[in-house]
């Protein structure tokens, strides 16, 4: 079965300093692998993707994750964070091979960036 | 274009009561989940509607929940009688098509407090 872990539940970084949040997979198939974003009292967006290619796969503002199949792990990173990143991250995974779109989630990470 | 619509957006009853919640997917998409979002979880998809077919709803506690999507468009959640341990934030998504690497969009989700 598949499971996604998120070890890190919350990360408190200054503004301007870098960031990774951490994600490890488990999966006995292939996999597309997903990071959404979730700020307070909204839904869950999709930040990026990684569906096949390219194993580095980066978002529109600055966020950029790696997929590594030997460490089964999609690490988000982002080299300078702003106020504005505040919210809470969660990892996905997808069966590529199975019967439907399911998606299943990690516990999620908080960002806290503070000033 | 319009995102997911859901309401309520909070909802506080009593245990052994019933609840229903109603989403509005995106115009177009043909695919419409229903996650659990239990606090200090990630989502967990409850049931998965293929135009107004279920595909999946091997997660749904069938003794109390049920989900309906008639005419392939909206879709309602009921839970009857709800138990403490339901207490959660339900989010409706919708994809286009039903195929892995289709974005799933997310609704603002129904806060559900049992007391």
Known sequence: AQSVTQLDSQVPVFEEAPVE???????????YLFWYVQYP???????LKYLSGSTLVESINGFEAEFNKSQTSF??????VHISDTAEYFCAVSDNGGATNKLIFGTGTLLAVQP | EAGVAQSPRYKIIEKRQSVAFWCNPISGHA???????????GP?????????????DSQLPKDRFSAERLKGVDS?????????????V?????SLVDRRSSEQYFGPGTRLTVT
């Open chain 1, 75 to 80: 690490h988000l990173r982002k080299p300078s």
């Open chain 2, 76 to 88: 309602t959640l009921k839970i009857q009688p709800a138990k403490l341990e339901d207490s959660a």
């Open chain 1, 41 to 47: 009292n909204q839904g869950l967006q999709l930040l």
């Open chain 2, 31 to 41: 695919t419409l989940y229903w996650y659990q979002q239990i606090l200090g979880q």
């Open chain 2, 90 to 94: 339900y989010l409706c998504a919708s």
């Open chain 2, 44 to 56: 967990k998809l409850l049931i998965q509607f293929q135009n107004n077919g279920v595909v999946d």
């Open chain 1, 21 to 31: 949040l951490r994600c490890n997979y488990s999966s006995s198939v292939s996999v």
